[in-house]
């Protein structure tokens, strides 16, 4: 408990004042992720606009259950997830996929390139492209939500993951996931339909024995999926 010195100032323990600094820093660090958006901010750690303005500027707010609250929720949703999808990113899929190794859990891993990106990127500018990346990630989440492990790899790379699926049954969801990205794209700001597509490699987990050998294993097959298209 903080208590007040002789000339009623509130003096925090050692501990607290190290609670404090690291609440703040997390805050900064959420509205940094979100780019500046306060209300998405707020929305991520379940608080309102002005309790970030108290932490951030009041030197004597302190609120163990709330800090505790909000170190939790920036772990869910912000330390874990992509600042552009919302995804999981990749150091979250790496604990997921060495969770279902140590289990012996069989799945699939597909990592997908998207083709025809970067003249999006050139033509219309980033905002556009971060608009192609999330309508993709939209589309994934509507359609494997609840079946797969779905992850923004890095750039236009991303990695979907389907538990106990065989390898015969992988073809038809690769055929599947590459129909959901070639659907046209009709994006706000874009005075025409954009398309992409993509190359798409997949390897079983029995193929390797960590999460790097086998990320390795799908890249390389990606990476023949794109010349043989």
Same mark, same amino acid.
């Given at each position: ?18 609670? #404090? ?9 959420? *509205? ?34 709330? &800090?505790?609250? #909000? ?14 999808? $919302? ?37 219309? $500018?980033?905002?556009? $492209? ?19 492990? *779905?992850?923004?790899?890095? $750039?236009?790379? &991303? ?33 025409? #339909? ?36």
């Amino acid at each position: 408990m903080h208590l007040l010195n002789k000339s009623n100032k509130v003096k925090f323990t050692t501990k607290e004042q190290r609670e #404090i600094k690291a609440i703040k820093t997390k805050v900064m660090m959420a *509205i940094n992720y979100f780019k500046g958006d306060l209300e998405k901010t707020a929305e991520a750690l379940k608080i309102k606009p002005a309790t970030i303005d108290k932490i951030l500027e009041d030197k004597k707010y302190y609120k163990p259950v709330l &800090f505790k609250r #909000i170190n939790d929720l920036y772990s869910d949703n912000v330390a874990s997830r992509d600042p552009i999808t $919302g995804l999981q990113n990749r150091s979250t899929l790496e604990v997921a996929i060495q969770q279902a190794k140590s289990k012996n859990i069989d799945f699939t891993l597909f990592f997908i390139d998207l083709n025809k990106f970067k003249p999006i990127n050139d033509t219309y $500018g980033h905002e556009v $492209g971060d608009l192609a990346l999330k309508e993709i990630a939209t589309r994934f989440i509507n359609n494997y939500n609840h079946r797969a492990e *779905i992850c923004r790899w890095g $750039g236009d790379e &991303f990695i979907l993951i389907f538990y106990k699926v065989s390898k015969e049954k992988s073809k038809k969801y690769y055929y599947d996931i590459l129909r959901l990205i070639s659907e046209p794209m009709d994006l706000e700001g874009v005075d025409k #339909i954009l398309e992409v597509s993509a190359s798409i490699g997949y390897a079983h987990s029995s193929e390797a024995t960590n999460v790097l050998d086998l990320v390795s294993i799908a890249d390389k097959a990606m990476y023949a999926d794109k010349e043989n298209n």
